[in-house]
């Protein structure tokens, strides 16, 4: 990337020493269309310069920069950033170029902007947005969103729009991919909610397991059983995330008792009684952790038929 920088800088170096030669010919070309040979030549010359001086920088400070990022996230922030500054720089160089008139041209853009602020509004709503974005960070790439009635993973965020791999939706459930993208405008997120299910600081969600039994089940044994099977699990990695969610309670004014290790709650149905596992986890592992986490806590319940019952309308 910087090699590919350098050697730009280098071309715009040499059209803009070029341009200074030609301007200092003392040879006439005469003119095409009423313009002046040597005017176009050295304006072509300055404008290549220009655009090459404008991305040679962009890639050498680009390269510089994303090399230091922390991750790919970041570096992925950089490059829109870095795109959109030096798109602007390139535009008012090269305008500034072709007329000679600086300081028209900062005014034609200034007028050109309040123009286009009620001729493209929603364009405009994106691209604040975006600037929204990156500024507070409801979100960046990698994370697991839903945004309004969309699901996915963010593979992209450009000027304008979020591109998701689709989760759940139409197709699939139990939050797998779905293969479809969504695209999603920026502006979305000036209005809408929008769930993080996998955010930097804590990328951790709670989840549960829901076994029925019968009321003749002995409560406290399967509750037993279930915190066992979990503990083997889920348990040491539960109790390091749980740590890094205290320390992002205590930033907070908010009081909650948190448990190091998964929980049974009770609750009463109609004609069974509903043991509810809770857990933390990983979302992109939910799915895989909760079916080994039923099918050991069935395992475990079958080989114990006197202390735990099934509902008759169940079969074993």
């Not at 009463?268 to 509903?274: A, L, N």
């Amino acid at each position: 990337m910087r090699r590919v920088g350098q050697a730009s800088l280098a071309a715009a170096a040499v059209a803009g020493v070029a341009s200074r030669f030609v301007a200092a010919a003392t040879v006439e070309f005469g003119s095409v269309w009423g313009v002046s040979v040597e005017r176009a030549a050295v304006t072509g010359l300055l404008a290549a310069a220009v655009v090459l001086a404008t991305y040679g920088a962009y890639r050498v400070v680009g390269g510089w920069l994303t090399d230091r990022a922390e991750s790919k996230r970041r570096r992925h922030d950089l490059r829109n950033v870095l795109r959109l500054a030096f798109g602007l720089i390139g535009t008012v160089g090269l305008a500034g170029v072709v007329t000679e008139q600086w300081v028209g041209v900062l005014f034609s853009l200034g007028v050109v902007g309040f123009a286009v602020t009620f001729a493209l509004q929603q364009p405009l709503f994106s691209l604040i947005g975006w600037v929204y974005i990156m500024v507070n960070r409801p979100y960046q790439v990698g994370d697991r969103v839903a945004i309004e009635d969309s699901k996915g993973d963010v593979v992209e965020v450009n000027f304008l729009v979020t591109t998701l791999w689709e989760i759940n939706g139409d197709l699939v459930s139990s939050n797998q991919p779905s293969g479809r993208t969504i695209t999603v405008p920026n502006s979305v997120v000036l209005s809408a909610h929008v769930t993080n299910f996998t955010r930097e600081e804590f990328p951790f969600v709670w989840n549960e397991v829901a076994v029925e039994v019968a009321y003749e089940t002995d409560l406290a044994f399967a509750r037993e059983r279930m915190v066992a099977v979990a503990e083997d699990v889920v348990g040491e990695g539960m109790a390091r995330s749980v740590e890094r969610y205290r320390e992002r309670l205590a930033e907070t004014p908010v009081e909650l008792e948190v448990q190091s290790q998964p929980t049974v709650n009770v609750s009463q149905e109609g004609s069974w009684v509903k043991l509810r596992l809770r857990y933390i986890v990983h979302p992109r592992r939910g799915q895989r952790t909760k079916n080994e986490l039923y099918e050991r806590i069935l395992a475990e319940f079958n080989e114990h038929p006197d202390r735990v019952k099934f509902p008759v309308s169940r079969n074993r």
